[in-house]
């Protein structure tokens, strides 16, 4: 399954392996945008900037992504379909750990 250019990460219990290769996926399938709700969302979402960026060398490897405590989904879903800078595009729900 490819992923869509604007997802939002439900973290409904923080941080749980598999983050990693998630996040390489979404480097492979061009997503663009990862907004993070839920448990820990500002800790998940700092793994997610260091496992794209990893040590700067790759200027390719680029994923914009915000954390949301305290927000509720939709709000976020609703968030993440305002950015212009994902394409406009649909919201893909990912559940971390699902």
């Known amino acids: 399954m490819k992923y869509s250019e604007n997802v939002v990460l439900q973290c409904p219990a923080g941080y ?3 983050l990693n290769a998630l996040v390489e996926q979404f480097v492979a399938d061009g997503v663009k ?3 993070v709700v839920g448990e820990d ?3 998940v979402e700092d793994i997610i900037d260091e496992l794209v960026v990893g040590d700067g060398t790759d200027p ?3 994923i914009l992504t915000s ?3 305290d927000e ?3 709000d976020v879903i609703d968030f993440a379909r305002s950015l212009s ?3 406009g595009c649909e919201a893909q729900v990912v559940v971390l750990g699902a």
């Open 41 to 43: 969302c500002g800790q």
């Open 85 to 87: 800078s994902a394409g």
């Open 72 to 74: 509720t989904l939709e």
């Open 16 to 18: 749980r392996m598999g």
């Open 67 to 69: 954390s949301h405590p």
């Open 60 to 62: 390719s490897r680029f």
């Open 33 to 35: 945008f990862v907004a």
